[in-house]
């Protein structure tokens, strides 16, 4: 059977060149050449005043691969022909099958020369994922280029990328941020980082006190090893002072139900304009779905003026089958000292003790055996030896059998006094490691002679890490910790081989 290859043609207007009150009894098409009136190829039309939106099926199988123009005219019942028509169309049979494909960089090759992509023959090839070895390019800018070949030997349009190839540092030993207006490379406000690869994920403080009320900008970028800057990243935000005192808050799961129709929050009365501290709990009884959930949290000035609705997201894996009897922490004797009570635990694993000191970043700084199965009332206890000065907040996870967990409610501690900021351990050494303990990280060590010359520096990213002074001979010096050049402490440090 011979394969008919048509064009469908949808005709939306015919104009006239004399009269709209007549019949359109004839119409007619022919391609690229005029053979004259009437002698067309004939399209059966029902006689009528209006043939729009006819859809005309046009035979283009004997045609060559190409530009071709379809043109279409009809007659009255009048024997007036209409103006003739015209449309231009490309022709082209697409393969079953492609079965070959191929990429370059910057240099055509030659068809069939490219680097080969190997592809399953299919007449849909998009989607494929192509790695190109870029790695003996020289850094700038360069071009990709992609083509395919069907199985009829036919070769499609050669497709064309621009891309821009950069090799990375081995390690961002900077970073800055400023806000609003930039002052140079080099001049932001320095972040302390561990020179790495990799620096996503740090939490960046940005004092924003001098700011005025309203949207600001902030910006931050990196530099490497070898003095390359990175791209320089800006975040939007806006700074807003609460005017009144903040009288109450309420929050609510997944969806708002509208202001003022949430869970109360439990103010004991009004809390002036800051809220940081303060800490709550909450109720998540009311959810009847485990897996992940919503919370969102907004408070309100005595004016009635409501704030921003913020949003955390968290997993709910049902009531964990721990009843709290009490949660306390006290400074005492230079060190906080944490201990709780429960009246009730089954299944209990153990307690994750974790401490913050802006309240919403917690870090664990230790871990406690629960009693697993219990109707008494437990008591536990913990020793923070190393607490940060000014406010340190506290929470407890309670971890079960099965991995699920809770929080307790948040207690705060504030210290005024001097503390020591870090601790050497295994000091004086026989030249084994020196352990450090702080909680100012990151920060930076550095290890001093007698008459001032600095001998080691190392990056402190973790609250306790080991020193490595082998390589010193005996003596006495001095040990710094400090950051953003300036000094935190100071220690003596006594080697002895």
């Known amino acids: 059977m011979k394969k008919i290859i048509c064009l469908a043609i949808i005709l939306l207007v015919l104009t006239w060149a004399k009269t709209f009150a007549q019949t359109i009894n004839k119409l007619e098409y022919f391609i690229d050449s005029d053979p004259g009136f009437g002698n067309g190829t004939n399209v059966t039309v029902t006689p009528s005043a209006n043939i729009s939106n006819l859809t005309v099926p046009v035979n283009i199988g004997s045609l060559s691969k190409g530009f071709h123009s379809v043109c279409f005219r009809s007659k009255s019942n009048t024997g007036n022909w209409s103006l003739t028509n015209q449309w231009v169309f490309v022709k082209d049979i697409l393969a079953a099958n492609v079965n070959k494909l191929e990429y370059f960089v910057d240099n055509d090759p030659g068809f069939g020369n490219g680097s080969n992509i190997p592809v399953v023959a299919s007449a849909n090839i998009s989607g494929i994922s192509i790695p190109v070895d870029i790695s003996s390019l020289s850094k700038g800018f360069h071009n990709i280029?992609?083509?395919?070949?069907?199985?009829?030997?036919?070769?499609?349009?050669?497709?064309?990328?621009?891309?821009?190839?950069?090799?990375?540092?081995?390690?961002?030993?900077?970073?800055?941020?400023?806000?609003?207006?930039?002052?140079?490379?080099?001049?932001?406000?320095?972040?302390?980082?561990?020179?790495?690869?990799?620096?996503?994920?740090?939490?960046?403080?940005?004092?924003?006190?001098?700011?005025?009320?309203?949207?600001?900008?902030?910006?931050?970028?990196?530099?490497?090893?070898?003095?390359?800057?990175?791209?320089?990243?800006?975040?939007?935000?806006?700074?807003?002072?609460?005017?009144?005192?903040?009288?109450?808050?309420?929050?609510?799961?997944?969806?708002?139900?509208?202001?003022?129709?949430?869970?109360?929050?439990?103010?004991?009365?009004?809390?002036?304009?800051?809220?940081?501290?303060?800490?709550?709990?909450?109720?998540a009884s009311a959810l009847t779905t485990t897996g992940d959930h919503l919370l969102f949290i907004r408070t309100r000035e005595a004016n009635g003026k409501w704030s921003l609705t913020n949003v955390a997201p968290f997993n709910y894996s049902g009531p964990v089958p721990v009843t709290w009897l009490s949660f306390n922490a006290r400074f005492e004797n230079k060190?906080?000292?944490?201990?709780?009570?429960?009246?009730?635990?089954?299944?209990?694993?153990?307690?994750?003790?974790?401490?913050?000191?802006?309240?919403?970043?917690?870090?664990?700084?230790?871990?406690?055996?629960?009693?697993?199965?219990?109707?008494?009332?437990?008591?536990?206890?913990?020793?923070?030896?190393?607490?940060?000065k000014g406010m340190n907040y506290y929470r407890l996870k309670q971890v079960d059998l099965d991995a699920k967990f809770a929080y307790s409610e948040i207690r705060k501690v504030e210290i005024k006094?001097?503390?020591?900021?870090?601790?050497?351990?295994?000091?004086?050494?026989?030249?084994?490691?020196?352990?450090?303990?702080?909680?100012?990280?990151?920060?930076?060590?550095?290890?001093?002679?007698?008459?001032?010359?600095?001998?080691?520096?190392?990056?402190?990213?973790?609250?306790?890490?080991?020193?490595?002074?082998?390589?010193?001979?005996?003596?006495?010096?001095?040990?710094?910790?400090?950051?953003?050049?300036s000094v935190i402490a100071v220690e003596k440090i006594v080697i002895q081989h």
């Open 145 to 283: 280029y992609l083509r395919s070949k069907d199985d009829a030997g036919n070769w499609s349009l050669t497709n064309r990328w621009l891309f821009y190839k950069d090799i990375l540092a081995a390690a961002a030993n900077r970073l800055e941020y400023f806000v609003d207006n930039d002052p140079g490379f080099g001049n932001g406000t320095n972040v302390i980082v561990s020179p790495s690869a990799n620096i996503t994920g740090i939490v960046v403080p940005v004092d924003i006190t001098s700011l005025s009320n309203g949207f600001h900008s902030v910006y931050a970028r990196s530099r490497d090893d070898k003095g390359s800057w990175s791209i320089t990243n800006k975040w939007l935000f806006f700074k807003d002072v609460a005017q009144n005192n903040l009288s109450n808050g309420e929050y609510f799961f997944d969806t708002d139900p509208g202001f003022g129709n949430g869970k109360p929050i439990p103010f004991s009365g009004p809390l002036g304009t800051d809220v940081a501290d303060f800490s709550f709990a909450i109720n």
């Open 335 to 388: 060190v906080v000292l944490l201990d709780w009570k429960t009246a009730t635990e089954s299944n209990s694993s153990h307690f994750e003790v974790e401490r913050s000191s802006n309240g919403y970043q917690f870090e664990k700084i230790g871990w406690v055996k629960a009693a697993g199965n219990s109707n008494n009332i437990t008591s536990y206890n913990f020793t923070d030896r190393l607490p940060g």
């Open 417 to 485: 006094t001097d503390q020591p900021l870090f601790v050497l351990y295994n000091n004086p050494s026989n030249g084994s490691s020196i352990t450090i303990k702080t909680s100012n990280t990151p920060a930076l060590f550095g290890v001093f002679d007698m008459a001032g010359k600095k001998l080691r520096e190392i990056p402190v990213v973790d609250h306790t890490q080991q020193i490595d002074l082998s390589a010193l001979p005996s003596g006495t010096y001095i040990s710094v910790l400090y950051r953003d050049a």
